[in-house]
C-alpha cells in the first residue's frame, strides 16, 4: 500500500531541495505532481482538488520559518493536510455509560466484516473488556459458522440462534432485526460490556440491504456503527461510502486488506467525503493483523 504514492511524492519534494526561496512556478509545479500522484493512487477528483488548493493557498502563504527551508515546508503542509483528509485525531471507540457498548458492523459482502468481527471481538477482550458476537448476517450462506469460527479463534461467544451452515447453497433463514435484538438482550442477561453486530453484506449497494442495516440500527440503538471497506476497490469507494453514510449515518470506517497492493487512494478519499473518521485497519486474514489507525502515522510513512 502506498508504496507508489509515496516514491512520487518523495521524488517531488527532492526538487526542492537546496532552493532558498519558492517561487510561485516552484509552487505550481509541486502542485502539479502531487495532484498527479494522488490521482494515480485512485484518491477521488474532489478530494484530490480540496487537497491541492489548500496546499497551494498554505505554501504560497506560509512564513520562511527559521528552522526549516521552503522545501521542508511544503512537506510539512502536505504531511498536514494527509492527516487531516485521513481523519485528523486517533479516533477509538466510544463506551456507552450503561453496557453494552453495541458495535454494528456495515458493508458491502466480501469487505471483510465477519473477519473484522472476530479481530474486534479478539483486540476488545485483550483490553479487558467482555464482547459478544451477534450473527446477523443471515444472507450469504456460511457467514454464521465463519462468525462462529472467529469467535472460537478470538475466545469470544457467539450469538447466533440460526444454525450456522456450511454448504454455500443454503443460507440460515430468520429475521435479522430480532436476532439483533436478542443477542443484545443475551449480552446484558450475561453480563458482556460489548455487543459485535455482523450484519449483511450484498455485492453492489441494494436498498433492501442498507434499510435492513438501518432497520437493525435503529431497533437495538446502536453506539457505534462502523463501515467496513475493502481499500482494493479504488474510485468505486466514494460512492459506496456515500451510499452507506447516507443510509445507516456510520459513525467511524475500518479499511480493510490494507495488506494487498492497493493504491490507497480508498484510505486517502473516504474519511474526507464522508467527513467521518478511519478508526481501524485491516492487514491480513489473522486475528491480529488489525490496528488502531493513527492518521498522523499514516501520512508519516506515505511520506517517509
Ligand atoms: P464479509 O462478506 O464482509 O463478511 O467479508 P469476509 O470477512 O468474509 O472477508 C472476505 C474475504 O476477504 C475473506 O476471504 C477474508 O479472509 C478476506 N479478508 C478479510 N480481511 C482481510 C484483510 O485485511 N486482508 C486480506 N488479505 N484478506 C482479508
Do not use: W
Not at 505550481?28 to 482538488?49: H, K, M, N, Q, S
Not at 473477519?115 to 479478539?122: S, V, Y
Not at 459513525?251 to 490507497?264: E, F, P
Amino acid at each position: 500500500m502506498f508504496n507508489s504514492l509515496s516514491d512520487r511524492l518523495t521524488a517531488t519534494f527532492k526538487n526542492l531541495r537546496g532552493k532558498g526561496k519558492l517561487s510561485e512556478a516552484d509552487i505550481d509545479g509541486t502542485a502539479r505532481e502531487i495532484r498527479r500522484a494522488l490521482l494515480d493512487a485512485d484518491v477521488a477528483v474532489p478530494v484530490v482538488r480540496e487537497f491541492i488548493s489548500r496546499i497551494k493557498t498554505r505554501a504560497m502563504g506560509a512564513e520562511v520559518s527559521g528552522a526549516l527551508n521552503p522545501g521542508q515546508q511544503v512537506v510539512k503542509i502536505v504531511n498536514e493536510e494527509l492527516v487531516n483528509i485521513l481523519g485528523g485525531q486517533t479516533r477509538e471507540l466510544q463506551f456507552a455509560k450503561q453496557p453494552p457498548t453495541i458495535i454494528m458492523l456495515a458493508g458491502l459482502q466480501g469487505a471483510g466484516k465477519t473477519t473484522l468481527a472476530g479481530k474486534l471481538a479478539f483486540h476488545l477482550k485483550s483490553k479487558g473488556h467482555a464482547p459478544l458476537l451477534v450473527a446477523c448476517d443471515l444472507q450469504r450462506p456460511n457467514a454464521v459458522r465463519q462468525l462462529q469460527v472467529g469467535g472460537e479463534r478470538a475466545g469470544v461467544p457467539v450469538y447466533a440462534p440460526h444454525p450456522g451452515v456450511s454448504s454455500e447453497a443454503e443460507a440460515p433463514t430468520g429475521d435479522p432485526v430480532a436476532v439483533a435484538r436478542e443477542g443484545v438482550s443475551t449480552a446484558r442477561e450475561k453480563l458482556h460490556d460489548v455487543v459485535i453486530i455482523d450484519t449483511a453484506g450484498r455485492l453492489g449497494v441494494d436498498a433492501e440491504l442498507m434499510q435492513q442495516a438501518a432497520d437493525i440500527k435503529a431497533a437495538v440503538g446502536a453506539h457505534e456503527t462502523l463501515f467496513v471497506i475493502d481499500a482494493m476497490i479504488g474510485q468505486d469507494a466514494v460512492n459506496t461510502a456515500q451510499a452507506f453514510n447516507e443510509g445507516v449515518n456510520f459513525t467511524g470506517v475500518v479499511l480493510t486488506k490494507l495488506d494487498g497492493d492497493a493504491r490507497g487512494g480508498a484510505a486517502l478519499s473516504v474519511a474526507s467525503v464522508t467527513g467521518k473518521p478511519v478508526m481501524y485497519a485491516s492487514t491480513g486474514e489473522g486475528l491480529k493483523d488489525f490496528e488502531v489507525f493513527h492518521p498522523d502515522r499514516m501520512a508519516r510513512r506515505i511520506l517517509d
